[in-house]
Nanobody, 128 residues
Framework: QVQLVESGGGSVQPGGSLRLSCVVS????????MAWFRQAPGKKREEREG???????????DYADAVKDRFISSQDNAKKTVYLQMNSLEPEDTATYYC??????????????????WGPGTQVTVSS
């Protein structure tokens, strides 16, 4: 059974940085597409916003326009961990951040409905 667990969330001031981690267990293929999504306060589940997409096997990535040049994803295959480095954080980045995965895929998927499983999420709050 594949499981994802996020960590690294917290509270920071505008302009600050955080690094989120997502540890993956139980995945039996290297052909994996992973993504980071976020759900802002008051938003519904279906309004989750994709922020970063990672083709684990091929190495390609893509980012939402709102976070390009501020967020960077990386991976440590030995640790089975994906990271999201978030810089120049803005109050609008406040959300619960989730990592999600889909196995058997070697391209980027952008719809949240393509992904399973999901981690439980980690809270990021950007406020002065």
């Amino acid at each position: 059974q594949v499981q994802l667990v996020e960590s690294g969330g917290g509270s920071v001031q505008p302009g600050g940085s955080l690094r989120l981690s997502c540890v993956v267990s139980g995945m039996t293929t290297d052909s994996v597409c992973m993504a980071w999504f976020r759900q802002a306060p008051g938003k519904k589940r279906e309004e989750r916003e994709g922020v970063a997409y990672i083709d684990i096997g091929g190495g390609s990535t893509d980012y939402a326009d709102a976070v390009k040049d501020r967020f960077i994803s990386s991976q440590d295959n030995a640790k089975k961990t994906v990271y999201l480095q978030m810089n120049s954080l803005e109050p609008e980045d406040t959300a619960t951040y989730y990592c999600a995965a889909v196995g058997g895929v070697r391209w980027l998927l952008r719809s949240q409905w393509e992904y399973a499983p999901w981690g439980p999420g980690t809270q990021v709050t950007v406020s002065s």
